[in-house]
């Protein structure tokens, strides 16, 4: 029997034939997501900021994808439920978890979770912000930092601040405060950011830190007064409210929630190429701005990669302050 013999050159011609028919398909396969409905994924209960987020652009990202996306709640575990939801779902792109920085502060103190934040999960982008603030109650004598500051060195040990609950971004935020303005504050654990805004509303914990979402609606019950932003810089929304990075012992002091989209990892990487490229172009749009800015996040477009070293940044963050401060969550 006579063997053909085939050249290595034929053999390299037909094997780059097979690549680019197959990349031609997987090309055409992706470029029909999504096939179906998207599930949006909100790791907190609704009402919250990321179910805010997510029913806002539910809508636009629809007209893009020209296919439907809708929002659905599955809060609990700090929003560790709703991570591995869509840490285990099927890896097509169409369950995108709305997630924020709870997630890295679940990581850094050691809550125990049944995947790997950084393994399991593929970030998309960020598309906005909300920065902690600081309030008081008007039953404090005070209007400016630097008399909450001197008031708080003035009766030691006799002020309080609440927060959304213990090693939350407000919590640390507070601790901070305390110690970088050499004052002692006892601090007071809520579940939930609502309820501790209502206790401020109401006198019973004077000092506050919240989302500035949350306080801003409250200020014209003249039951509170805004007196600063937890971040570097101020807020579109409250020019005239300073940010507490501009004062002395301050420098770098930056605490605000962002608010990002997420997929598992196993995901193919032209769809989640797909996803950041649209994401990224929405974000960018005046009317997602606008509509951002009018419901008091501060917008971001912050794309995939850099959403990764915030993630990598902020466990780093979080441990350390933690460990400074002795947080732990039970």
Known sequence: ML???????????????????????????????PEHPVTMVSAFPPGGSTDVIGRMLSPRLGEIFKQTFVVENRAGASGNIASEYVVRSEPNGQTILIGNNTMTVNAAL?????????????????????????????????????????????????????SCGTGTAQHFAGVEFANRAGIDMVHVPYKGCAPALTDGLGGQVPVIFNAISNISPQLKTGKIKLLAVATKHRVPFHPDVPALAELPNFKDYDFAVWLGFFVTSRTPQPIVDQLRKEFMAMAREEKTRKDLSDRLFVPMAMDGPQLQK????????WKKLADQYRITID
């Open 110 to 162: 050691g809550v125990k979770q049944n995947f790997d934040l950084q393994k399991d999960l593929t970030p998309i982008m960020a598309i906005a912000e909300t920065p902690v603030a600081l309030a008081v109650s008007t039953t404090l004598p005070v209007n400016t930092v630097q008399e909450l500051i001197a008031y708080g060195k003035a009766n030691p040990g006799k002020l309080s601040f609440s």
């Open 310 to 317: 915030q993630v990598a940044d902020d466990l780093v963050k």
């Open 3 to 33: 063997h053909r013999r085939i050249r290595p050159l034929h053999l390299a011609s037909r094997y780059a034939a097979w690549l680019g028919l197959s990349l031609a398909l997987a090309g055409a396969a992706y470029s029909a997501y």
